[in-house]
């Protein structure tokens, strides 16, 4: 019985110790190229110093793709192989290239006659060698040259495929881990789902419940007489108001459109002083939009439902349970839900403003006066 106590007791204390899975490395791009290209380029210095002397050395560009390759496992480039030997080989092609004309114009940069006759073209030296190298009878007669040296890279390539294979494979134990990390990871991501599926199912039915909350209320106000209640009631500017809003608007948008123009018509002219003249116009114009979209606001009650008109934007819709307070502040009265936004406003002073605020009075809305 105690040892069947105490291989129980030992059971949780060894999961608790086991490792957690850990990806294997994959290694980086970026830095896998960098290290190509430089290895590549180390790898090409003999060659170049070879051929300078005067010897035939393509043979040496063999070298070029081997020191790619060792600085691009010492940069820990990307461990996918198809990745890998075509970074190795395009690094190979493009420097044994553009080091095999550096290195031609180099050499014949030494030679006195190309000196002298350079000085007798009247261009420096740099752009009159370029303009032979790269003239279409230098190129001829740089291509057997080019051509054996990328042979050459090309058996380099091949001959450092095998430990590139070796250094981008991963092996079939870092590859059961990769899985089983990924699968953790999986199995996490579903937990954080589910638990978020929780709290949104919570947090909708704290809602709920405050939404039922306010039915009550309004259930409980239903019993007093409506009979004065209109079946729909529409709160917005008299019509001299939105006369004189409009009117105002317009004033805006022209002083503001004149603004705007004047101060585009100045920049244009290199006047960058007028530059606030423009964004002058700019908030007139915007002001102005405003003010002719405050002439058309509204706020409609239709049974339990308001809908909302604002200056600028869309209607918005919401039932009058969604109401918990109205902060009035002067006239001008702001209906706020329980979430503690605002749903929209009104103004007493507007046509059926006093018979709304009344209304959601006998809704057990409570006012606050500010």
Same mark, same amino acid.
């Given at each position: 019985?105690?040892?069947?106590?105490?291989?129980?007791?030992?059971?949780?204390?060894?999961?608790?110790?086991?490792?957690?899975?850990?990806?294997?490395?994959?290694?980086?791009?970026?830095? #896998?190229?960098?290290?190509?290209?430089?290895g590549g380029t180390v790898g090409y210095l003999p060659y170049m110093v070879l051929s300078?002397?005067?010897?035939?050395?393509?043979?040496?560009?063999?070298?070029?793709?081997?020191?790619?390759?060792?600085?691009?496992?010492?940069?820990?480039?990307?461990?996918?192989?198809?990745?890998?030997?075509?970074?190795?080989?395009?690094?190979?092609?493009?420097?044994?290239?553009?080091?095999?004309?550096?290195?031609?114009?180099?050499?014949?940069?030494?030679?006195?006659?190309?000196?002298?006759?350079?000085? #007798?073209?009247?261009?420096?030296?740099?752009?009159?060698?370029?303009?032979?190298?790269?003239?279409?009878?230098?190129?001829?007669?740089?291509?057997?040259?080019?051509?054996?040296?990328?042979?050459?890279?090309?058996?380099?390539?091949?001959?450092?495929?095998?430990?590139?294979?070796?250094?981008?494979?991963?092996?079939?134990?870092?590859?059961?881990?990769?899985?089983?990390?990924?699968?953790?990871?999986?199995?996490?991501?579903?937990?954080?789902?589910?638990?978020?599926?929780?709290?949104?199912?919570?947090?909708?039915?704290?809602?709920?419940?405050?939404?039922?909350?306010?039915?009550?209320?309004?259930?409980?106000?239903?019993a007093e007489p409506k009979n004065n209640a209109p079946a729909q009631l529409t709160v917005?500017?008299?019509?001299?108001?939105?006369?004189?809003?409009?009117?105002?608007?317009?004033?805006?948008?022209?002083?503001?459109?004149?603004?705007?123009?004047? #101060?585009?018509?100045?920049?244009?002219?290199?006047?960058?002083?007028?530059?606030?003249?423009?964004?002058?116009?700019?908030?007139?114009?915007?002001?102005?939009?405003?003010?002719?979209?405050?002439?058309?606001?509204?706020?409609?009650?239709s049974g339990e439902v308001f809908v909302y008109r604002p200056a600028i934007g869309k209607?918005?819709?919401?039932?009058?349970?969604?109401?918990?307070?109205?902060?009035?502040?002067?006239?001008?009265?702001?209906?706020?839900?329980?979430?503690?936004?605002?749903?929209?406003?009104?103004?007493?002073?507007?046509? #059926?403003?006093?018979?709304?605020?009344?209304?959601?009075?006998?809704?057990?809305?409570?006012?606050?006066?500010?």
């Amino acid at each position: 019985m105690s040892k069947k106590k105490k291989n129980q007791n030992n059971g949780p204390q060894l999961r608790e110790t086991q490792p957690a899975f850990q990806p294997q490395p994959l290694g980086s791009k970026v830095p #896998g190229i960098i290290g190509s290209l430089a290895g590549g380029t180390v790898g090409y210095l003999p060659y170049m110093v070879l051929s300078l002397t005067g010897y035939f050395a393509p043979p040496l560009a063999i070298l070029v793709p081997v020191f790619a390759q060792l600085f691009y496992r010492r940069a820990q480039g990307y461990r996918r192989f198809s990745y890998a030997l075509g970074t190795v080989l395009l690094s190979g092609v493009l420097i044994i290239l553009s080091m095999d004309l550096v290195t031609q114009f180099i050499a014949m940069a030494l030679e006195p006659s190309w000196q002298q006759a350079a000085q #007798g073209s009247g261009s420096s030296l740099f752009v009159y060698l370029w303009d032979v190298i790269l003239s279409a009878e230098g190129l001829r007669s740089l291509l057997p040259y080019l051509l054996f040296s990328q042979l050459f890279g090309l058996l380099g390539v091949a001959l450092v495929s095998k430990p590139l294979h070796g250094y981008a494979s991963l092996t079939a134990e870092e590859e059961k881990q990769n899985l089983q990390w990924a699968l953790q990871q999986q199995k996490d991501l579903e937990q954080a789902r589910l638990a978020a599926r929780e709290k949104a199912a919570q947090k909708s039915a704290a809602k709920e419940r405050i939404k039922a909350d306010a039915l009550k209320r309004l259930d409980g106000s239903a019993a007093e007489p409506k009979n004065n209640a209109p079946a729909q009631l529409t709160v917005k500017p008299y019509e001299m108001q939105q006369h004189s809003l409009k009117l105002a608007a317009a004033a805006f948008l022209a002083i503001g459109a004149a603004a705007f123009g004047f #101060g585009i018509y100045k920049l244009a002219g290199g006047g960058y002083k007028f530059a606030l003249l423009l964004l002058a116009g700019a908030l007139l114009l915007y002001q102005g939009a405003k003010t002719y979209g405050s002439a058309n606001r509204s706020l409609q009650l239709s049974g339990e439902v308001f809908v909302y008109r604002p200056a600028i934007g869309k209607p918005e819709e919401f039932p009058l349970a969604d109401v918990k307070t109205c902060r009035k502040k002067g006239n001008q009265v702001t209906l706020i839900g329980f979430d503690g936004k605002v749903k929209g406003f009104f103004s007493i002073s507007w046509q #059926g403003g006093a018979e709304l605020l009344k209304q959601l009075q006998r809704a057990k809305v409570s006012v606050t006066e500010e």
